[in-house]
């Protein structure tokens, strides 16, 4: 069965046994819960018999031990309250950090054509936000739903026990507590995800036109309109809203209704026990206070319900991030040939869904340049994700010494810098190691020198080992590009293909890729490269167009 | 943090109305869990007590539930009453909240960006339109579980908690000693706590930040190191950081859960002690069993909202935190209105636009984009400008729209000053007579469907068709074919053969050889910051 198909419970019990937490984990930490709510129950229970018994006024000593009971229940709450957060956050931060490496292994390993076609921000979510609600789902439902049976259950000892019908009474109410507003916060929830998600992603919409559209709405008088679209979209997420906090507001009258109903039967069942002489004074007590306790735990369920769609909902993303293209098959070191010929027989290209390219054709052995150009959004990007193997043609072919270009190319026979390629959150020496893992000093300094970017390392405090990117030295636009340019130079990959995205290259950027074109045609390496600036068309052998 | 932004109460209408209800509805809340608790003394009391109850263990408070309530009959119905409203509260409570949650967000954001929106163009380069829009899409959303579970808890601390302690020292003064000399425990031990443990818990979310930053960027990088063959090394590294950041966060939580340990130590040990002494004092019949019973069912009901207000209280230090970025954002002076006014625009009309030394400085302060740049643009004519990027043509644009005041120099109309650095004509007057297109146009929910060349081509027939006598067209051929190119080009000409002034930005070598007069715009280190 694909992942897709699967339901969301299932698509989450797997990604929870990828987590690789242990069942003792979870155990230890529903015990450790069960101690903290229980010292509640326990609490009320013993404190209703000690006042009871006291009433009957027995020797101190009779009532001693109770008093005691009573003083380690108010200590125990909170030490086992304190250790159950500990150990299930504990097992949920272990399976996250688990989770997050095999989901990344197995990203990484899955088809070329799934990793290239990532979005930089849906990565991030998935292996960030979404695999930290995987691990909420043990915190914050598998754990209190744990706690709320075993603590219910041994509410239901104590007063069945004492009392079997009252047992039973409290039994049907901590069920029906239970259950009902689960089901009533499911469908709230269900409404949210499908309702609740378009209206919201309409508001955004609305209000982030309304803001980046700002000066143009001012300028032809629509600031209005766009205020007025902002409104309607709000009036519609609030209405969707609604719809969702109406089963949520029925959740919290039955959780009171059948907590309050408990307290009725049990009060009246235990004064009537008392009265016809089935049972003592200080047992009635328990059984008629005891329902103040017992719900709390219960209490939380709709709060875990809540917890479990949006886990289940970060499963099924995460799944299907994965689940595109099946796993590379396992390729041993292969034989990467010193220079490659590329050619594009009647080439078209698309990604599922899009409408496919014009065919092109060209033939580009080592030394040469193909030059790409078309207009935005044409698909250049995509023709390089083609003739870099990762996404099959729609028609035509790629052929790269004569054979099929395949998945397998990516990355080894072909190197891509795409035109949003990563600049890492590390030293300008480990970014351009990147392409090579054992670029020297002098390599780097090299390949920084073609692209003019010596001076900026130069000028940089640490030089080669300044820390860029995220928390390090920001980095421009155009010092990006070139380090990307230096990069793709340092590749050892037989063909080149770059994705200059820049609609107008400055001085030194169209300068430094001159540069990087020169030295790749010395070393006898094929290169393709997607430009928009036509000035630069010189550099190229030959020229496809993809505009009709 | 407050626990309740007093610019909630006094900006949100919605907020304020909310507060109130909440706060009416707590106190119903407060009298129907006072009530459960007197009917449950006087239900229990007959059959606990070896003796028939002599007096009125309620005291005053008897008058609530009389002492007919002890009949089996009476009292049951008293407490499904109070079952029964006290569940139409409890669902009120959660529709009202979730209404008043939604509606306060709605405002706050149509504020926020209604605010934004009249900003100007200067504001938007300044680099905070992606928190904002953060703000707006997401960060506002943090006030829901504000308002529908915090606020409620919040409002019951305020009046169960002090009605309850009346209460119990209406009904044994010695317990509502024990709990008024722990209330105050709380909130000192959890302030002691925080104090002894900000450093440690500050060092610690520093560190877990960092981690999870790094494992984020290198997450965020698989595509390129796909793309370069490079991929299978980093999950060993991704589990590495990710079993520091790990530590670090357990390190951090072992101290925050501190708070609520004690919290939960104190609260729950002081109904014990209470508990336990009532018992001692039973024995040598100090209070009576109905007392007694009444104090223990009350005593839990004393610390249970501000437990509650602790659970849920970093849920509300979100929705808080959500609330005062969007208030500082409203409150933020606007310097472009303090500009003074030049009166009614004039007529651009068959009169040269005259640009004279002006400068704007970058957001950062260090350049001036355009710097001191000066041109004529007459009437019938296209003027283009030229330059590299981010030397200001498109600033220059905007300064001519009206939106953007200038660091310096001035935009005149045949002589009459229409813009300078603390002045400028009146708003609407003046873009009656312009027409601009941007690179990458918005048009607002109806471009959202198109291409950014659809996008272009609809924006740009807009210009064309508007017969506003000024037209600024920022790179009009970018995202373009080469036949729409020419078409947009001729379209150009035309209008200002028709007499329009066109100021074109652009780099294309066809846009500039259709052009009159070719200025240049050049930028400049900014000498002293502006």
């Known amino acids: ?548 | 943090m407050k626990p309740l932004d007093p610019r909630l109460v006094r900006r949100i209408g919605p907020a304020r109305r909310h507060i109130l209800v909440t706060a009416g509805l707590g106190f119903v809340t407060a009298l129907l869990i006072l009530v459960q608790a007197l009917v449950i003394a006087r239900l229990l009391a007959p059959v606990l007590s070896p003796v028939p109850l002599a007096d009125d263990g309620l005291h005053w408070w008897g008058r609530i539930v009389p002492e007919g309530a002890r009949t089996l009959a009476t009292g049951l119905t008293v407490l499904a009453a109070v079952v029964a409203a006290r569940t139409a509260v409890a669902w009120l409570q959660e529709r009202l909240a979730h209404r008043a949650g939604v509606r306060v967000i709605s405002q706050l954001r149509e504020m926020v960006v209604d605010h934004v929106a009249t900003r100007g163009p200067r504001w938007s380069a300044g680099g905070r339109t992606a928190e904002v829009a953060t703000l707006v899409t997401r960060g506002l959303d943090d006030l829901l579980p504000y308002f529908v579970r915090y606020l409620p808890q919040l409002a019951l601390a305020v009046t169960v908690t002090p009605v309850m302690l009346v209460v119990v020292l209406g009904l044994d003064w010695l317990s509502a000693v024990i709990v008024l000399v722990t209330l105050p425990l709380v909130p000192m031990f959890m302030i002691l706590v925080g104090l002894v443990t900000q450093e440690r818990s500050a060092k610690h979310l520093e560190a877990m930040q960092r981690l999870g930053a790094r494992t984020l960027d290198l997450i965020e990088g698989l595509p390129t190191l796909k793309a370069l063959g490079r991929e299978r090394g980093p999950a060993a590294r991704v589990r590495e950081l990710g079993d520091a950041q790990r530590r670090a966060t357990m390190g951090s939580l072992r101290v925050a859960f501190l708070s609520g340990m004690v919290l939960e130590l104190l609260t729950t040990l002081a109904v014990a002690i209470v508990a336990v002494t009532m018992g001692f004092r039973l024995i040598a019949g100090e209070i009576g069993i109905e007392t007694a019973l009444a104090v223990l069912v009350l005593a839990p009901e004393v610390y249970l909202p501000l437990r509650n207000v602790g659970t849920h209280f970093h849920a509300s230090a979100d929705g808080l935190a959500a609330a005062d970025a969007a208030f500082t954002l409203l409150d933020e002076k606007d310097p472009a209105r303090a500009r003074r006014s030049l009166g009614a625009a004039p007529d651009v009309r068959g009169r040269a636009i005259e640009v004279t030394g002006l400068a704007v400085a970058t957001p950062d302060g260090t350049r001036l984009a355009p710097a001191a740049l000066g041109l004529v643009a007459a009437p019938g004519a296209v003027t283009a400008l030229r330059g590299p990027n981010g030397e200001g043509k498109s600033t220059a644009l905007l300064a001519l729209t009206g939106l953007l005041a200038p660091d310096a120099g001035t935009v005149a109309v045949g002589g009459d000053p229409v813009l300078t650095d603390d002045a400028a004509v009146d708003e609407a007057s003046w873009l009656a007579q312009v027409a601009w297109v941007p690179q990458r146009p918005d048009l607002g929910p109806a471009g959202r469907t198109l291409s950014l060349g659809q996008r272009q081509r609809r924006a740009l027939d807009r210009a064309f068709d508007s017969g506003r006598p000024l037209v600024l067209l920022d790179e009009p051929t970018s995202h373009l074919d080469r036949a729409s190119r020419a078409e947009v080009i001729a379209r150009m000409r035309a209008l200002a053969d028709a007499g329009a002034t066109v100021v074109v930005a652009t780099h294309e070598a066809e846009v500039l050889e259709a052009a009159d007069a070719v200025v240049e715009v050049t930028a400049a280190r900014a000498e002293v910051a502006p």
Not at chain 1, 13 to 38: E, K, P, Q, S
Not at chain 1, 379 to 404: E, M, N
Request: glycine share 8%.
């Open chain 1, 1 to 548: 069965m694909s992942r897709r198909d699967a339901s969301d419970l299932a698509l989450l019990r797997a990604a929870i046994r990828d987590t690789g937490v242990r069942r003792w984990a979870i155990v230890r930490a529903i015990l450790a819960g069960t101690m903290a709510l229980g010292s509640a129950v326990g609490l009320a229970a013993v404190a209703a018999w000690l006042i009871a018994k006291a009433a009957q006024m027995p020797s101190p000593a009779d009532v001693a031990l109770a008093a005691t009971v009573v003083r380690f229940f108010g200590i125990s709450r909170g030490v086992f309250r304190y250790l159950e957060r500990l150990a299930s956050h504990d097992a949920a931060l272990r399976g996250v950090v688990t989770l997050r490496e095999r989901a990344y292994d197995r990203l990484a390993r899955s088809g070329a054509r799934t990793v290239l076609g990532l979005r930089r921000g849906d990565i991030v979510a998935r292996m960030g936000a979404d695999l930290d609600a995987i691990g909420d789902a043990v915190v914050r439902a598998i754990i209190p739903l744990g706690v709320a049976v075993t603590v219910s259950a041994i509410s239901v000892a104590i007063v069945a026990f004492l009392l079997p019908l009252a047992g039973l009474a409290l039994a049907v109410c901590l069920v029906l507590a239970g259950v009902v507003p689960a089901i009533l916060t499911a469908r709230s929830a269900r409404i949210a995800a499908v309702a609740g998600a378009r209206a919201h992603a309409e508001v955004s919409a609305a209000a982030l036109s309304a803001m980046d559209g700002a000066t143009e709405h001012r300028v032809w008088g629509t600031l209005d309109d766009a205020a007025a679209a902002l409104r309607g979209a709000d009036r519609d997420a609030e209405h969707a809203h609604e719809l969702a906090a109406r089963p949520a507001a029925w959740a919290a009258g039955f959780q009171a209704l059948f907590s309050g109903l408990a307290l009725v039967a049990l009060v009246a069942l235990g004064v009537l026990a008392v009265q016809r002489g089935d049972l003592d004074g200080p047992s009635a007590a328990v059984v008629a206070l005891l329902p103040l306790a017992a719900f709390e735990a219960v209490g939380a369920v709709p709060a875990a319900i809540m917890q479990y769609f949006r886990s289940a909902a970060a499963a099924r993303r995460l799944a299907e991030m994965v689940d595109e293209t099946p796993a590379d098959e396992a390729t041993g070191p292969r034989e990467v040939p010193a220079a490659s010929s590329l050619a594009l027989d009647a080439l078209s290209v698309a990604w599922p869904g899009m409408e496919p390219t014009p065919p092109v054709s060209a033939r580009v052995d080592p030394g040469q340049v193909l030059a790409v150009v078309g207009r935005s959004g044409v698909g250049k990007t995509t023709l390089l994700t083609t003739i870099a193997g990762a996404l099959p043609p729609a028609a035509g072919a790629v052929t790269l010494d004569g054979r099929p270009s395949s998945p397998a190319d990516t990355g080894t026979v072909v190197a891509m810098t795409a035109e949003d390629a990563h600049v890492f959150g590390t030293t300008v020496l480990e970014n351009l190691r990147v392409a090579r893992g054992d670029v020297t000093e002098d390599e780097a300094w090299d390949a920084l020198t073609l692209v003019g970017l010596d001076g900026w390392v130069r000028g940089l405090p640490a030089g080669l080992a300044t820390e860029l990117g995220a928390g390090g030295r920001s980095v421009s636009g155009g010092e990006r590009r070139r380090l990307l340019l230096a990069r793709a130079g340092l590749a050892p990959a037989p063909v080149a293909l770059v994705d200059e995205p820049a609609e107008h290259l400055d001085d030194a950027g169209a300068d430094a890729l001159r540069a990087f074109v020169t030295r790749m045609r010395a070393q006898g390496r094929t290169v393709v490269l997607v430009t928009h600036d036509l000035s630069l068309l010189d550099l190229a052998d030959s020229v496809v167009s993809l505009d009709d």
